[in-house]
């Protein structure tokens, strides 16, 4: 009898694509792998039906072009941030740029299709898709470290999430306004903690004169990241249990939320003369911010300190625009639980939201990066030279 051979491997019908998601931040699930296509969908944040944020990887791809469908996303949480938006790809985890996106609202129940090709002579055989650029627990406490080294910075830990991990605070300067900067309430807003990284290299640069003032006339306490727990979980908006910590400041708990209880009680052992909570917006392609017209308790001088900064950033930067943004809250219908109108609201502060987008920047638009970490960190820089003249030209209320 003759002897049996294993028939040899057709080139022409390589592996499937693998994709992954059990990491830092990772989130996808896989319903279907044909060849180098993928029906795919968004796992959504625990205990509740948000659902935006993605953050994967996919093996086996050289030389192929991948076909990736995330479905039922007109159940997502901002079925408007879908239209115009391109997901973002890196070969390297370092550098991330646009690949080509389609949207198609009436196929499997709002399709995004991301497609990407990996030319057969590029050495990587593993390239990452997510939402926007990633930023891990494992580059904050990298962050965190660095900056807590550098002469006059300060660290300390104001508490700690539901799982235990750290809310880092890093602060800096000495003078009598105290300033508040808040990121990643909502962890799936990555962008925000990029711009929190350019604010730290500003304001402990020795030869940076924005940040030479700033700590000459501020004590700034920084929280680069208020969400560990869901940053780590690959969450869009909640903590570990489910819940959006930006609308828990009026009465935050050790067992829901404990990061703001953290934060809150810091804030109240200082005070607070200016604030910003940065953030990200799914659909709204530029740079805003929102302020706290609608708490009862705001006067005119809290909001013309608002209004003055918000004229000085704007012509500041052209990364940032007056134009498109949130519709102003009427009178007294200011939700307490959000973390600028409390501030406002407790400690007659200017407070405000900063917001910038998920898409690219419809002013100025980069076809290659869209809105990008280096856009974050810059606009960061920008926000603290407009600080730097909004002191000079008469502070706000509280200063």
């Not at 890196?90 to 609202?105: A, I, K, M, Y």
Request: include cysteine.
């Amino acid at each position: 009898m003759p002897a049996m051979s294993t028939p040899a491997p057709n080139p022409a019908t390589p592996d499937p694509i693998r994709i992954d998601c059990a990491f830092d931040g990772g989130n996808i699930l896989v319903h279907t792998i044909a060849g180098a296509t993928a029906t795919l969908a968004i796992r959504p944040d625990e205990a509740c039906d948000f659902r935006q944020w993605f953050h994967f990887r996919v093996a086996n791809i050289l030389g192929r072009t991948l076909t990736l469908r995330l479905t039922g996303l007109n159940e997502s949480a901002y079925p408007g941030g879908w239209p115009g938006y391109r997901a973002v790809v890196s070969e390297d985890r370092q550098s991330w740029r646009r690949t080509e996106t389609h949207w198609d609202p009436n196929e499997d129940g709002g399709t995004l299709t991301i497609r990407h090709r990996s030319p057969a002579d590029k050495g990587s055989d593993l390239c990452w898709f997510a939402y926007f650029a990633p930023y891990s627990m494992e580059a904050h406490h990298a962050l965190v470290s660095r900056i807590a080294a550098r002469p006059g910075a300060r660290h300390r830990t104001l508490g700690t999430s539901l799982d235990g991990q750290p809310i880092d605070c890093l602060t800096l300067g000495e003078g009598p306004m105290q300033v508040w900067l808040i990121a990643r309430q909502h962890p799936g807003e990555t962008m925000a903690e990029w711009w929190m990284e350019g604010a730290l290299d500003l304001l402990t640069d020795p030869a940076d004169p924005h940040g030479r003032t700033l700590r000459q006339r501020c004590t700034l306490h920084i929280v680069p990241n208020a969400n560990p727990d869901g940053s780590r979980r690959g969450h869009l908006r909640t903590n570990a249990i489910g819940v959006n910590l930006n609308r828990e400041w009026h009465a935050p708990t050790p067992e829901r939320s404990p990061e703001i209880l953290a934060i809150r009680t810091a804030m109240a052992a200082t005070g607070v003369g200016f604030a910003m909570d940065v953030h990200g917006d799914e659909a709204i392609a530029a740079c805003f911010l929102a302020g706290f017209e609608g708490i009862p308790a705001a006067t005119e001088p809290q909001l013309e300190g608002f209004r003055r900064y918000r004229a000085i950033l704007a012509r500041r930067t052209p990364d940032f625009q007056t134009r498109r943004g949130y519709p102003p809250t009427p009178p007294g219908r200011g939700n307490p639980g959000m973390a600028t109108n409390h501030i406002a609201q407790s400690f007659g502060a200017v407070a405000m939201t900063l917001e910038m987008p998920f898409k690219d920047h419809d002013d100025l638009p980069c076809p290659e990066e869209g809105w990008s970490p280096r856009r974050s960190m810059l606009l960061a820089r920008d926000c603290l030279a407009a600080l730097v003249e909004w002191l000079a030209t008469g502070e706000g209320p509280a200063g």
